[in-house]
């Protein structure tokens, strides 16, 4: 049997202590399907002395991720630290200049710094491989790079974070609030005790970033990602968006435009019908437009211990056969900088929930508002309901009503100007609710 493949471990975690056991459990399987073993040799964490569950005293202990990234008994650094920072970049960075290969999950590693580790990588003719770091089991990244590489991808989005979709399907099926969903989220460790970087989007907007340039062969680039996160979806935009044939879900979307590249993660509204709208709890999905190719969409477990370590466990067994591929599925120096299509450009549908002030004369404002900025209008609904908040009894004028617009399809800065000028006109209390619907 040819040598094993000797495995660095950097970061014992939900992730690592995952990998650790999958490849003790694999270990037959993965002789018989790469023709070699892949044994982890070495291992490097914050605390030596931490109970883990798994036996520490098999492996050889390193007090410093950069030193097991550059020890001769390796042949693969796995990272799995996390961070954009040190000591996750300097190890992966190690490795790679010292000609091993390295398969990393960290997703904030890969959207600030994957191109210049995507050169270094090239450079000394080894594999810098990330299936992990987008949408955990889902292997979207090698459809991508490989499985579609005859198309030309048109548009990529999904549900990427699991907090999200978990609190947005509670919300929905349980008529309840954001807040308490998302402590019990906290309670079910579904989402950190700091959860801002998932519920405002930025976690899914450094995965798509990542997705982008995979399908779009530009520069990773998180800055230009447009962000709007989940805290105002209401129970009543729930069940208002399920009445009209539609369900909303936090999506990250990259689309090509003639404009350039819009890239952005919003609430958005899906066809109830649509492959992305079944998709509930804390599971994530993917869906693919190419030319030519009816829609792919790709459904499983974006987060946990076993799922990501599926994911890395199919990185090395890649590294154990000797398929190698560019990062980014072509040269990163050919990885052009990304066109960033203004979001005031943007075009789609709008569903519009406004208070509106119940006295003569609002509806016909509110109409001329709209259609000042070319805007038409597919349905519009008035909502006596008093189980929404801040809705109105009916019959008590003076009281504000909420309505619900569907728009045709209208730009982005038509529905601003509209907007803004029916808040000038003050037949409307407090801000309009927005939410883009997505066509699928
Ligand atoms: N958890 C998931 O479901 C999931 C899914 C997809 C991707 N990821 C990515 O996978 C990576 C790891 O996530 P995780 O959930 O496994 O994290 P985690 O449970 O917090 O584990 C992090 C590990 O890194 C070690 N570590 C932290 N700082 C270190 C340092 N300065 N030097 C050496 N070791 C250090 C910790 O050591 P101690 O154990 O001693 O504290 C711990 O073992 C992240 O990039 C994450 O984004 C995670």
């Excluded at 999950?105 to 890969?110: R, V």
């Excluded at 499985?147 to 974070?161: K, M």
Aim: charged share 25%; glycine share 10%; hydrophobic share 45%.
């Amino acid at each position: 049997m040819a040598e094993p493949l000797r495995v660095g471990l950097a970061g014992l975690g939900t992730v690592g202590s995952a990998v650790v056991h999958l490849l003790d459990e694999g270990r037959d399987k993965l002789i018989a399907r790469c023709g070699r073993p892949i044994e982890v040799v070495a291992l490097t964490a914050r605390s030596r002395g931490k109970k883990r569950d798994f036996d520490v005293k098999r492996f050889r202990w390193f007090g410093d991720p950069v030193a097991l990234a550059r020890d001769s008994a390796i042949d693969v650094l796995v990272e799995v630290i996390g961070g954009a920072g040190d000591p996750a970049k300097r190890a992966v960075e190690t490795a790679l200049a010292a000609g091993k290969p390295v398969v990393t999950a960290n997703k904030a590693l890969l959207a600030r710094h994957g191109q210049k580790l995507a050169r270094l990588a090239e450079r000394n003719g080894v594999a810098l491989n990330f299936e992990a770091s987008v949408a955990g089991g889902i292997p979207i990244v090698k459809t991508l790079r490989e499985g579609l590489n005859g198309a030309s991808f048109t548009r990529v989005y999904g549900i990427l974070n699991g907090t999200c979709n978990y609190i947005l399907t509670r919300m929905e099926q349980d008529r309840l609030a954001f807040a308490d969903c998302l402590r019990e989220a906290q309670r079910l460790g579904y989402a950190e005790a700091d959860p801002t970087f998932d519920i405002e989007g930025h976690d899914t907007a450094q995965k798509l970033s990542i997705l982008a340039s995979l399908a779009f062969g530009t520069k990773i680039d998180p800055d230009a990602v447009y962000v709007e996160g989940i805290a105002s979806i209401t129970p009543a935009d729930l069940a208002a968006a399920n009445e009209l044939g539609y369900r909303i879900k936090l999506l990250g979307v990259a689309v090509k435009t003639p404009q350039g590249i819009e890239q952005r993660v919003h609430p958005t509204m899906v066809r109830k019908d649509s492959a992305i709208a079944q998709v509930m709890g804390v599971t994530n999905a993917v869906t693919i437009d190419a030319e030519g190719l009816a829609p792919i969409t790709l459904v499983g477990p974006g987060a946990g211990g076993t799922a990501t370590a599926s994911a890395i466990v199919a990185d090395l067994a890649d590294i154990a056969r000797g398929v190698h591929t560019p990062p980014f599925g072509r040269p990163a120096a050919s990885m052009t900088a990304i066109r960033k299509a203004p979001m005031q450009h943007h075009e789609g549908g709008y569903y519009i929930r406004l208070l509106a002030r119940d006295r003569p004369g609002t509806a016909a404002t509110i109409a001329r508002r709209l259609a000042q900025q070319k805007i038409s209008l597919e349905s519009i609904v008035q909502r006596h309901d008093a189980g929404s908040p801040g809705a109105a009894q009916p019959g008590r004028s003076g009281e504000p009503v909420p309505v619900i617009l569907i728009t045709y399809a209208t730009s982005e800065d038509a529905v601003h100007k509209a907007l803004a000028a029916v808040r000038r006109d003050r037949v409307v209390s407090g801000r309009p609710q927005v939410i883009r619907i997505e066509k699928n």
